[in-house]
Every structure is written in structure tokens, then in C-alpha cells.
């Protein structure tokens, strides 16, 4: 992961609000569509593995996908491997913006977090 990735939804507004920072603070960033090109298995790993493999940061807990498939009652059933392969193939069910990069791994926006991680301030 040579660059920034930044898996956003085009009509979440916490998406925009976090493209509309990063271009303002200079981030070099390339934008996925979440849904049509969710993040990959290894990026979900690195980013699990960067919140303590805690998987229930990596999923979009208030989508209608979540409570559909009752994910939030079978979660803690799932291994980190089977958590990752239902994310990696449905991009509804992860927590966004999603930012992957180099040392980066950043579900929601929290500017702080991300000013914290992106510009080390």
C-alpha cells in the first residue's frame, strides 16, 4: 500500500466531510467507491490488526446490511478470518470512511485521530 486509500459512499455526508479535510489539509489520497470496490481482505487484516483485532470497529454497526444479516448477533461466533471475508465481500458492511495507506488505518472520521495519524499533530 503505497498510497492513501479512502473508501467513502458518495451520499455520506461523514465522507465527505472527511475528503473535503484531507484535500484541504494537502493529503494525497486516492477515493474508492465502498460498495463497488470494498476494501480488501489484507487491508481489513492491517486495519484489524492495528485496532487490537477488535472487529467490531471495522464493521458499519448502524447499516440496514448489519442488521439484516443479524451480524452484530453472530459476530461474536465468527473468527477474525470469517469476520474479514463477509467484510472484504460487501462493502455495506464496513465502518466509513475506511482509510488505508502506510502505517495509516482509519475507520469513521474523527478529525483529531486523523490529524493525529495523517499529520502527526
Known amino acids: 500500500m503505497s498510497t492513501l486509500k479512502v473508501y467513502t459512499l458518495a451520499n455520506c455526508d461523514t465522507c465527505r466531510k472527511a475528503t473535503k479535510w484531507l484535500r484541504a489539509q494537502g493529503v494525497a489520497f486516492e477515493e474508492r467507491a465502498i460498495r463497488e470496490t470494498p ?3 489484507a487491508e481489513l487484516r492491517a486495519a484489524l490488526a492495528a485496532h487490537g483485532g477488535e472487529v467490531r470497529r471495522l464493521c458499519n454497526t448502524a447499516g440496514r446490511e448489519y442488521r439484516e444479516l443479524k451480524l452484530g448477533e453472530r459476530i461474536d461466533a465468527m473468527t477474525p478470518g470469517e469476520v474479514v471475508t463477509q467484510l472484504a465481500g460487501n462493502g455495506s458492511l464496513v465502518k466509513r470512511p475506511f482509510a488505508v495507506g502506510p502505517g495509516v ?3 469513521g472520521f474523527d478529525e483529531a485521530a486523523w490529524r493525529a495519524t495523517l499529520l502527526g499533530k
Request: hydrophobic letters at 65%.
Open 105 to 107: 488505518a482509519l475507520m
Open 39 to 41: 476494501p480488501t481482505a
